[in-house]
């Protein structure tokens, strides 16, 4: 080995080692991975992500060729987009905060309302971003779980709240139950949580109808949030909101970004909600769709449990995640849950359109 060769082999050693002697968060340790969607989905049959399986309205498409070369070298604009998307959600424009998707809501909550070695309280299971994100930032996460009929644990997230933890999540209908949560049952848990943030996440909102939106005005200690990721088709945009009460709102601002959401995708959402014939026909599909899926899986001997999202949760005993991996290799991507559940079998299934789900079914048929 050559003089120069051994400095260089020695430098980078020394590199190495000083990497080696940074400091991570113990925190930051212990935090599981994200199970995030290979890649290489497109043009394949995405029943896995609950995305929507047809893409974005056209109107959405037309109104992005609108944006000039100025408009994209300029930091974004918020004013009249956030008037005109509060006026469609029936909200005062201070009673809204649009995100970088859901998942910087969540981070912004973990930053405004925790700190290290809080509680939070979780029932699991559900959106892993809960966990991920409270996990960040260092708090102690209790969780409630879910039973094998897979409805809320409100008893004993009723017992919970007496102690306060500082956040609550509750995602309603909860991902990957499906479960919807009623009027009746959320009330009783901000009734009983009054020193407790209490997030109602409504990604799946457009294919239940059950919104609590109207109630942050008289409910101090509740924050809703909703994605436009689902029902809408901009999942690849990033886009969500966070709504609370005006002093709410403006507290969070103050801990958040000047730019957290790009002019692009402003310009999509509003595309997309003004293409109201679209988006109702899509829900109504997808409904259609669901109850199409939900019947066949039944009849082919497969467990189904209620939901009130664009998915369902299958039990389908031993060899869920075989049929999983099969109906990949067929172009069809499914969810396989059988990590969250701690036994093979569970399969979250996106619903699509009814054509959709036709192929789907055949395909289980041939393969399970």
């Not at 935090?31 to 896995?48: F, M, S, T």
């Not at 469609?88 to 970088?100: D, H, I």
């Not at 996106?350 to 789900?357: D, R």
């Amino acid at each position: 080995m050559t003089a120069s060769s051994r400095r260089s082999r020695s430098a980078q050693t020394a590199k190495g080692s000083a990497a080696l002697k940074l400091r991570f968060r113990p925190s930051v340790r212990r935090i599981r991975n994200y199970e995030a969607p290979e890649e290489g989905r497109e043009g394949k049959l995405r029943l896995d992500f609950n995305e929507n399986t047809v893409g974005c309205s056209p109107a959405v498409l037309r109104a992005l060729q609108t944006v000039t070369a100025e408009q994209l070298a300029m930091y974004p604009e918020y004013e009249n987009s956030v008037r005109r998307l509060a006026s469609y959600f029936g909200v005062r424009p201070s009673e809204m905060l649009l995100t970088n998707g859901v998942d910087d809501a969540l981070r912004l909550l973990m930053e405004v309302f925790i700190e290290p070695g809080d509680a939070v309280l979780i029932p699991e299971p559900t959106f892993s971003m809960y966990r991920f994100f409270s996990q960040v930032a260092g708090a102690r996460v209790i969780s409630v779980r879910y039973d094998r009929a897979m409805n809320f644990p409100v008893e004993a997230t009723l017992r919970e709240l007496k102690r306060s933890p500082h956040i609550l999540f509750i995602a309603n209908p909860n991902n990957p139950t499906g479960t919807l949560l009623d009027e009746a049952s959320l009330a009783r848990i901000l009734d009983a949580a009054p020193r407790t943030v209490v997030l109602v996440d409504e990604a799946y909102f457009d294919f239940s109808g059950l919104t609590v939106l109207p109630w942050i005005r008289r409910r101090p200690n509740l924050i809703v949030s909703r994605t436009f990721s689902k029902a809408a088709g901009l999942a690849a945009l990033r886009m969500g909101a966070l709504f609370a009460r005006s002093d709410v709102i403006a507290a969070m601002r103050r801990a958040f970004t000047p730019y957290p959401v790009n002019s692009l995708a402003l310009v999509a959402a509003e595309a997309a909600l003004g293409d109201e014939t679209f988006l109702r026909a899509y829900i109504r599909d997808v409904l259609e769709s669901r109850s199409l899926l939900a019947r066949g899986l039944e009849q082919l001997g497969a467990r189904v449990f209620p939901s009130g999202a664009n998915f369902v949760l299958v039990d389908f005993g031993i060899g869920g995640t075989r049929l999983a991996k099969r109906l990949a290799r067929r172009g069809i991507l499914v969810r396989d849950r059988a990590s969250e559940f701690r036994r093979d079998g569970f399969v979250r299934i996106t619903a699509g359109t009814v054509a959709q789900t036709q192929r789907l079914l055949k395909a289980i048929k041939e393969e399970w």
